[in-house]
């Protein structure tokens, strides 16, 4: 047999094992109960992986031919895997920073108590160095009422900078307000306050806007310190289970970050950038600087930062003392007193960012702001005759029964939180009402997603606000429905759904494995329930300790 012959009888025999190789996966998932949130197949037993993708999604006997001699097998014991969550609404760098690198302390301190860890905090620090710490509540103070003097007299040459737990406020010490020029006679503005006491004395309390006042005047934080919070929100995310997020407040430091953590390779969920328009306290740059980065953000755009996307804040927060939602008034009119911007310049904003394309975040606290969103993008829908651009709005708090059609009527997604039900209760604004109308917003054909609002929230654990939803009295959805609003409907809202959001053949393996079946236990149980394993792109990202 010469040499030629028996190379082509090698390649003969070779070939069909080699093609037979080559349609194995890099893993199989089996003996699961898969809740994929696909129509046409609600459950499966068995996933195979191949590189990103999904290659097979069905039963256990199916799978088998996906099986080669260096797939990795894991056997799922029967319990339950899902989509990976999509968070509809989080501020990553926000919370790595305040929860893990930040000077913190509990809103259960009393005022001795906190002030003593304030000095903690300050320790070893030198005097005239800014101390920039949270998240107050009002409760903490005596009376509900924050004042500087209560700072002062702790810290009289040290600036100090409290912020407050929704984000929306923060208080100053008489320091602080000297390097920012304020004193008796600054005017706070649009859209912001001063409160003063009952002698005429200003506080030192910041309210909405005018916490623009004295931010620019804060240190920034190191790029290695915001690169090691940014790492660390990103691993606590994957430990609940999230492969998707809403980043609700990307300034320019937000996207540097996260372009350099995926440079290192640990940028493991999918993020679309929501870049600051209109709010200065919160983009971290005057009005110039956030309409020039809207400009350039396409040099922060990658495979798994999207930047195509706005945030817009129309209003604050429905929380006492200062309840600076927009409402709807008695005669129907909307609270345009407590909108952020006057009517003409929102709807402007949203016409002309709809034309451009972008995906438009726009936070409404009051069901007045959610009338004046909803009354922008309808200029928008008339302005741009077929744009399709998927707007939403933020938290959806309170609704009136007029707009609750509008949502569908007009394509806007209603994004919600009921994860701060823990912080703030089920009944918002003056005087309290209902919030958060599940029910009657998907039975008018709203399409639902949901945030956990982190930093606000401890943690973001979407899973007690999913009991949540389920356990609202009249305003409770389906558990499909509930789970569709933090899978499937999460990457529809930023146009990922063709790729993400439920697990089919050809979509990007992003999964989670759960210690319990929701569909097997009461739903009182259901906040409860601890990921064991999260995949995002076919590679394990989080596995529990003591998970196998």
Same mark, same amino acid.
């Given at each position: 047999?010469?040499?030629?012959?028996?190379?082509?009888?090698?390649?003969?025999?070779?070939?069909?094992?080699?093609?037979?190789?080559?349609?194995?996966?890099?893993?199989?998932?089996?003996?699961?109960?898969?809740?994929?949130?696909?129509?046409?197949?609600?459950?499966?037993?068995?996933?195979?992986?191949?590189?990103?993708?999904?290659?097979?999604?069905?039963?256990?006997?199916?799978?088998?031919?996906?099986?080669?001699?260096?797939?990795?097998?894991?056997?799922?014991?029967?319990?339950?895997?899902?989509?990976?969550?999509?968070?509809?609404?989080?501020?990553?760098?926000?919370?790595?920073?305040?929860?893990?690198?930040?000077?913190?302390?509990?809103?259960?301190?009393?005022?001795?108590?906190?002030?003593?860890?304030?000095?903690?905090?300050?320790?070893?620090?030198?005097?005239?160095?800014?101390?920039?710490?949270?998240?107050?509540?009002?409760?903490?103070?005596?009376?509900?009422?924050?004042?500087?003097?209560?700072?002062?007299?702790?810290?009289?040459?040290?600036?100090?900078?409290?912020?407050?737990?929704?984000?929306?406020?923060?208080?100053?010490?008489?320091?602080?307000?000297?390097?920012?020029?304020?004193?008796?006679?600054?005017?706070?503005?649009?859209?912001?306050?001063?409160?003063?006491?009952?002698?005429?004395?200003?506080?030192?309390?910041?309210?909405?806007?005018?916490?623009?006042?004295?931010?620019?005047?804060?240190?920034?934080?190191?790029?290695?310190?915001?690169?090691?919070?940014?790492?660390?929100?990103?691993?606590?995310?994957?430990?609940?289970?999230?492969?998707?997020?809403?980043?609700?407040?990307?300034?320019?430091?937000?996207?540097? @970050?996260?372009?350099?953590?995926?440079?290192?390779?640990?940028?493991?969920?999918?993020?679309?950038?929501?870049?600051?328009?209109?709010?200065?306290?919160?983009?971290?740059?005057?009005?110039?600087?956030?309409?020039?980065?809207?400009?350039?953000?396409?040099?922060?755009?990658?495979?798994?930062?999207?930047?195509?996307?706005?945030?817009?804040?129309?209003?604050?927060?429905? @929380?006492?003392?200062?309840?600076?939602?927009?409402?709807?008034?008695?005669?129907?009119?909307?609270?345009?007193?407590?909108?952020?911007?006057?009517?003409?310049?929102? !709807?402007?904003?949203?016409?002309?960012?709809?034309?451009?394309?972008?995906?438009?975040?726009?936070?409404?606290?009051?069901?007045?702001?959610?009338?004046?969103?909803?009354?922008?993008?309808?200029?928008?829908? !008339?302005?741009?005759?077929?744009?399709?651009?998927?707007?939403?709005?933020?938290?959806?708090?309170?609704?009136?029964?007029?707009?609750?059609?509008?949502?569908?009527?007009?394509?806007?997604?209603?994004?919600?939180?009921?994860?701060?039900?823990?912080?703030?209760?089920?009944?918002?604004?003056?005087?309290?009402?209902?919030?958060?109308?599940?029910?009657?917003?998907?039975?008018?054909?709203?399409?639902?997603?949901?945030?956990?609002?982190?930093?606000?929230?401890?943690?973001?654990?979407?899973?007690?606000?999913?009991?949540?939803?389920?356990?609202?009295?009249?305003?409770?959805?389906?558990?499909?429905?509930?789970?569709?609003?933090?899978?499937?409907?999460?990457?529809?809202?930023?146009?990922?759904?063709?790729?993400?959001?439920?697990?089919?053949?050809?979509?990007?393996?992003?999964?989670?494995?759960?210690?319990?079946?929701?569909?097997?236990?009461?739903?009182?149980?259901?906040?409860?329930?601890?990921?064991?394993?999260?995949?995002?792109?076919? !590679?394990?990202?989080?596995?529990?300790? !003591?998970?196998?």
């Amino acid at each position: 047999m010469n040499r030629a012959f028996r190379s082509i009888l090698a390649a003969a025999i070779l070939l069909p094992l080699i093609q037979a190789c080559s349609d194995t996966a890099d893993s199989v998932y089996r003996n699961g109960r898969v809740y994929t949130v696909d129509d046409s197949r609600p459950w499966a037993q068995a996933l195979a992986v191949d590189g990103e993708r999904l290659v097979f999604v069905g039963d256990d006997e199916g799978v088998e031919k996906y099986i080669g001699l260096e797939t990795e097998i894991v056997d799922l014991g029967g319990r339950m895997v899902m989509p990976g969550i999509h968070d509809a609404h989080t501020h990553l760098l926000w919370a790595g920073l305040q929860l893990n690198y930040g000077c913190q302390f509990s809103q259960e301190l009393s005022l001795e108590e906190m002030l003593t860890a304030l000095q903690n905090c300050a320790a070893g620090r030198a005097k005239d160095e800014w101390l920039v710490a949270g998240l107050f509540s009002y409760e903490q103070f005596p009376g509900g009422k924050p004042h500087r003097s209560y700072l002062d007299e702790v810290f009289p040459d040290t600036p100090v900078f409290l912020r407050e737990r929704t984000f929306h406020h923060a208080l100053a010490n008489t320091r602080a307000l000297e390097i920012a020029g304020i004193d008796e006679n600054t005017e706070a503005p649009y859209g912001g306050s001063l409160p003063r006491d009952e002698t005429g004395r200003l506080t030192g309390e910041l309210v909405e806007t005018a916490t623009e006042l004295v931010e620019p005047y804060l240190p920034a934080t190191p790029a290695d310190l915001n690169l090691a919070a940014l790492r660390w929100a990103v691993e606590i995310n994957n430990q609940y289970g999230i492969t998707s997020v809403q980043e609700a407040s990307a300034h320019l430091p937000t996207l540097q @970050t996260l372009a350099a953590l995926e440079a290192e390779g640990g940028l493991s969920l999918h993020v679309a950038a929501h870049l600051i328009w209109g709010s200065p306290q919160f983009g971290g740059m005057d009005n110039d600087g956030l309409e020039q980065l809207i400009e350039q953000r396409e040099d922060y755009a990658s495979g798994y930062v999207d930047v195509d996307f706005i945030k817009i804040w129309v209003d604050g927060a429905p @929380t006492p003392p200062y309840f600076t939602q927009a409402d709807v008034l008695p005669d129907g009119a909307i609270e345009f007193d407590r909108v952020l911007f006057p009517a003409d310049v929102l !709807n402007d904003a949203v016409i002309r960012f709809d034309r451009m394309g972008l995906k438009i975040k726009l936070h409404v606290a009051g069901d007045g702001s959610a009338r004046a969103a909803l009354d922008a993008v309808e200029a928008a829908r !008339n302005a741009n005759p077929g744009s399709l651009v998927r707007h939403e709005l933020g938290h959806t708090n309170l609704v009136t029964p007029d707009d609750m059609p509008r949502f569908a009527e007009l394509g806007v997604i209603a994004e919600m939180s009921p994860s701060t039900w823990h912080i703030f209760g089920r009944l918002l604004g003056d005087p309290p009402r209902d919030a958060w109308e599940f029910g009657t917003l998907h039975e008018h054909g709203a399409m639902l997603t949901i945030g956990t609002d982190w930093v606000v929230t401890p943690t973001p654990n979407l899973f007690p606000a999913l009991e949540g939803m389920l356990d609202r009295g009249d305003e409770s959805i389906d558990l499909p429905a509930a789970l569709r609003a933090m899978t499937f409907n999460g990457a529809y809202a930023v146009g990922r759904e063709t790729v993400s959001g439920s697990l089919e053949q050809g979509k990007s393996a992003d999964f989670i494995v759960l210690d319990r079946n929701l569909f097997d236990i009461p739903v009182s149980e259901i906040s409860e329930t601890r990921v064991l394993r999260t995949v995002f792109e076919g !590679n394990t990202v989080y596995r529990a300790a !003591n998970s196998d």
